[in-house]
């Protein structure tokens, strides 16, 4: 029997409170009312806040409340521990995936998942968008969460990723197709699996790359990802692409992807199409530069993180790219937001706050756009805003309870003291932590 997690009303008084936005506009000494049915029913300073006599009093005087964390790329099939090369070779690939779709792998692949997305709530991430599945694992406990059934991040699932044969992803985490019409009836098939997110390969990736120049090397026309986003955009889902280099952004802006995941340095034409993009569901897109999941390959050494030569110099060159990119888009004011790739090589399930301090230790954010990017900014982009993102009155309580102020150190959302997911609080959320790799990002990235 599962049971179903119950939610209280409740109050949290005394806070100091970022909202969301991109000023980081702080509330201080206030108080946030909570309804039984996990919405935010009133935000005032607690000298005026008369709250209920039935409803449950958390006192957070001297802490930071802010929004909860939202991740617009994770993988749940591995933990972030460097993934063995020759299992991302096409013939490792359909190994993997043939283990992983028999009746001994999805049992395991399914605990898998669900310890992972455990890892991102415990780490203050209270929404995610899986990129990139080995089937519909992450729809299946995208419901469990939504139902109450256990205690999760909300998530938007992709289901495998839509990729052409041998392309970027394939064939573990991909469905393939040669024609516009094969990637159309694709979309259709993941849609029927009911995903809520939409993701395709449109050029190659570092780590299944099996020569130099592959990553980054356009996989589709603009004619393949038009059909993808056509149909994706008629049932109202957003579509992310992976593009690593201007000739691949540039195709899949052109078709109407709605976010270029990872990117590179951008020009007029591809600045133009982020701001107005005819094609893209609500007029614009957006980037996710997933610095987090480049950086590592390209800053510790090769025995540390278990990358092949190719791996390497194709990460060198992704890696300039997408910092170029990142710098472009901020400079420009384009939409950023913040995604980790987690499950690739040294990017685990709980080192969201990481991709903050790269957005402004490498690309010149502030802390407030950082976190802004991580949470209203992300929510936009995702198209939930009407539900999460920000502290405001009518949107369901994702809440960080913290002992410091993330504005002036974000490293204090590495620990947060109280986690509320969906109105539903995690209480002492501990996450399993990898501290050899910890350490050795935390000393690459203040060098
Ligand atoms: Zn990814």
Redesign the pocket.
Known sequence: MTTIQPRESFALTHASVIIGDAAGTTLPDTTIVVSSDGRIEQISPSTQTTIPESYRVLDATGKTVMPGLINA?V?LFSDGRPLNPKLATPRGQRITAAIMHSPIGKPYLTARVTANARTLLASGVTTIRT??DVGYEAVALRDRIADGRMIGPRILASGPLLAIPDGHGAPLIALTGETPDDMARNTRVNLEHGVNAIKIAATGGVTDAQRLGEAGSPQMSVDHMRAICDVAHEAGVIVAA?AQSPEGVRRALLAGVDTI?HGSALDPTTVELFRHNPHALRGWSALIPTLSAGLPMTLLDRETTGITDIQLANARTVVAGMLAGVDDAHDEELRVGVGT?TA?TFVTQYNTWRELDLLVKRAGFTAAEAIHAATQGNAEILNINDVTGSVEVGKTADLLVLEGDPLLDLRVLKTPTLIIADGRPLWHPTVKRFDDMDALLDRAYRE
């Open positions: 790329h993988h990129l990139g992976h995941e790739d690739m």
